[in-house]
């Protein structure tokens, strides 16, 4: 059975079901699979549409992992670039680091990865 079909069925039992006070429980539940179900619907198509998204992982390396995320043209990359000496596009328009960069910060007591 799919699951247009279990939302078919749920509907048509609700729709059969007199409202009162011995039944509320049992809609309750009804509402309850039916929602669920329209959920599992709604995620199912958005997976499987659309093009690919692109993700990314940066591997554990050094004492800790530290990312950085906040509004555009507030000084990140400034920030990185001074922090750790590596050099970043840095312009004055929004959107300006559109790709991951990671950086590496080594303090007198440990190694830090900043992404």
């Not at 279990?6 to 079901?17: H, P, W």
């Not at 599992?40 to 950085?68: A, H």
Request: contains cysteine; hydrophobic residues 35%.
């Amino acid at each position: 059975m799919t699951t247009a079909q279990k939302i078919a069925e749920i509907e048509t039992e609700m729709m059969r079901t007199q409202k009162n006070k011995a039944t509320s429980y049992h809609l309750g539940l009804l509402k309850a699979k039916l929602a669920k179900l329209k959920r599992e619907m709604i995620d199912s198509s958005s997976k499987k549409g659309g093009g690919t998204q692109e993700g990314f992982e940066v591997s554990k390396s050094g004492d800790s992992r530290i990312g950085m995320i906040g509004f555009p043209s507030v000084g990140k990359s400034t920030l990185l670039t001074k922090l750790t000496g590596v050099f970043s596009k840095i312009a004055a328009y929004e959107f300006t680091t559109l790709t991951l960069h990671t950086w590496s910060v080594t303090t007198q007591r440990c190694q830090n990865l900043i992404a």
